[in-house]
């Protein structure tokens, strides 16, 4: 089967569970889903954070994560990456970034 490679990047907030499902569905062939989730914090040392206001050059952001996703295809044994990443504001407790890698044994979590 062919890796899966999905990139978005986005207003909207996700749904890490829906993610790693929409991967794995169908998937029989895979023994392992590695994943890494950034979420929003309410404090940089100390100091209280109100909200993030992310933005992006189109086009661009897209290429440069498509050129490290491109690397971990290349450096682990994944079978199939999503990555999104959130653009905008983004208050506390909100879903920032999302890795999710899927591959036959289990030995790529250090892609996340």
């Known amino acids: 089967m062919t890796a899966a490679v999905t990139i978005r990047i986005q207003q909207a907030d996700f749904d890490v569970a829906r993610e790693i499902a929409a991967l794995t569905r ?3 062939d895979i ?34 994560i498509a050129r490290h996703a491109e690397t971990a295809m290349s450096r682990w044994p994944l079978t ?3 990555v999104i990443h959130r653009v905008g504001r983004i208050t506390p ?9 899927i591959e036959y044994t289990g030995t790529s979590q250090l892609a996340c």
């Open 26 to 28: 169908g998937r029989t």
């Open 31 to 64: 023994g392992a889903v590695v994943s890494f989730s950034g979420i929003c914090r309410d404090n940089e040392a100390g100091d209280a954070i109100a909200a993030l206001t992310l933005e992006h050059y189109p086009g661009m952001a897209e290429a440069e």
């Open 80 to 82: 199939g990456l999503t």
């Open 93 to 101: 407790g909100e879903n920032i970034v999302l890795l999710n890698g």
